[in-house]
């Protein structure tokens, strides 16, 4: 039996390892790609082809309904024995990746069982890819919805001691798309999955960003995946709304390439920059609040309007006067006050973020004078990396146009935790981005008051 869908921009990609010109070795382990009407139904061939037997089935209270009790009928039938794990489902808001849920996966687990499969996108793909990594068992994902890029990464976000922590992960050896149950996903599914994409526009630039100032590692073949995604998904903005299923094809096909990038790098910065630093930032303060979680995907979009905006400002900047800049090293606030701030900002979360500083030392002056002296000799570079960012109206139209979340306050984030996230988000990660290069020459402080008169309400 034919198992495995063909696609032009994915197919060099599956089980696939080479010799790039970056002078990495790129590695992919997920081999199978499964998009057509019914495709759940080729879960048993799948798995007895790949040398499985028992599968460990988890998913939570909607994604069941929506393919797990397929995916169980199917196995029943083939007389594949297996153990299902069904998660309950908050009745407001999304389930979220954290130790609970995890532990819940843990107190289920069936020891006999020899492969993971994850029925859901977002956090249940999450959970389960995690899960198959620290028990060393390969991992199968069915998708439900095109709502997230990490359809087949091999790191997953999740949360620890109400931290937004990025862990490594088994990546699937396949993935499972039934079309039909990817189109019927609610519209805010498939917008936040193109969102997510989009995001994508500004962590390109971070990295490239990070790479002219720290020298960081950066791959022109990894980054041009990216752009494909992009692209794609630009394409397929305008049948989402309508969920045609040829924009959803398209959507979904972005969300694998977008994976795949990620695996290759062997980590998340081709596909998570400081608009998912801004992503983190308010899920934490959700968490904190009790507040109902809102796609992760919803949140990067918004985020990625205000970061753009900063590339678009740095476009639009004279060469600062950085002998200046220099010179108010010292006028800047101590590590002590700079704790009080975190402290208040990050709350429970506050000394992990203390901690990473520590060790990373994003905001010593030492390492500052540093990276002042290359952005001061390379301005002109990264002055026209800024100036090839897409205009943060542009993403806005295109987020109205499908519906989408565009600014903080069509999910409930306040104007204080947009001020604040824009201003410490960057300490989430020792990741440099906009953010971090508005701090280190003087203008985030402004740069947030701007952004939040602009984007938010008064309230």
């Known amino acids: ?8 921009s994915i197919e060099p990609y599956l089980n696939s390892s080479f010799e790039c010109s970056c002078g990495r070795t790129h590695k992919s382990l997920f081999a199978h790609y499964i998009f057509e009407p019914g495709a759940i139904k080729k879960l048993p061939a799948l798995i007895t082809s790949l040398g499985y037997t028992k599968p460990y089935l988890i998913s939570d209270t ?14 029943k039938e083939a007389d594949i024995p297996f153990t ?16 609970h849920a995890l532990g819940s996966i843990a107190m289920a687990n069936d020891k006999e069982a020899d492969i993971i499969v994850s029925i859901g996108t977002g956090t249940i793909n999450d959970l389960g890819r995690y899960f198959s990594y620290i028990t060393g068992r390969p991992f199968l994902l069915i998708a439900t919805a095109p709502s997230m890029d990490g359809l087949v990464s091999g790191v997953a976000p999740l949360i620890c001691h109400n931290m937004k922590v990025t862990f ?11 079309p039909e149950i990817m189109a019927a996903a609610p519209l805010k599914m498939l917008a936040a999955g193109a969102a997510d994409i989009l995001g994508k526009y500004n962590c390109l630039l971070d990295w490239k960003l990070s790479n002219i100032v720290n020298d960081e590692y950066y791959c022109d073949t990894i980054a041009g995946i990216m752009r494909t995604a992009v692209d794609q998904t630009m394409e397929s903005t305008n049948g989402l709304a309508s969920h045609d299923s040829r924009a ?6 972005a969300l694998v390439l977008s994976g795949i990038a990620m695996d290759f790098s062997g980590n998340s ?20 609040d009790g507040v109902p979680a809102v796609l992760h995907g919803t949140k990067v979009g918004i985020g990625t309007v205000l970061m753009l905006e900063l590339y678009n400002k740095l476009a639009e900047m004279d060469k600062p ?19 009080k701030e975190i402290r208040r900002c990050y709350r429970d979360g506050a000394e992990g973020v203390i901690a990473l500083e520590k060790k990373a030392k994003k905001n010593d002056p030492e390492g500052l004078l540093k990276r002042l002296q290359v952005i001061e000799e390379r301005w002109d570079e990264i002055h026209s990396l800024a100036k090839s960012a897409p205009q943060a109206s542009e993403i806005y139209r295109v987020l109205e146009k499908m519906e989408a979340a565009k600014v903080p306050a069509d999910v409930g984030i306040s104007r204080g935790y947009v001020c604040d996230s824009i201003r410490y988000g960057k300490e989430l990660r020792d990741r440099y981005t906009i953010l971090q290069l508005m701090w280190d020459i003087g203008e985030l402080d402004k740069a947030a008051e701007k952004l939040v008169e602009k984007y938010c309400d008064e309230t």
């Open 1 to 8: 039996m034919e198992i495995i869908m063909q696609s032009k």
């Open 62 to 75: 909607h994604t069941h309904k929506i393919a797990g009790c397929q995916a169980e009928e199917v196995l």
């Open 84 to 99: 299902s794990h069904v998660l309950k489902s908050p009745d407001k808001g999304d389930l979220a990746a954290d130790e």
């Open 168 to 178: 490594p992960a088994q990546e699937p050896l396949a993935l499972i798309c039934d």
């Open 248 to 253: 959803v094809s398209i959507l979904t096909e």
């Open 269 to 288: 910065r081709p596909a998570s920059g400081a608009e998912h630093h801004q992503s983190h930032y308010w899920e934490m303060q959700f968490l904190f």
């Open 321 to 339: 006067d950085f002998a200046r800049i220099r010179e108010n090293i010292p006028c800047r606030p101590a590590m002590e006050d700079w704790e």
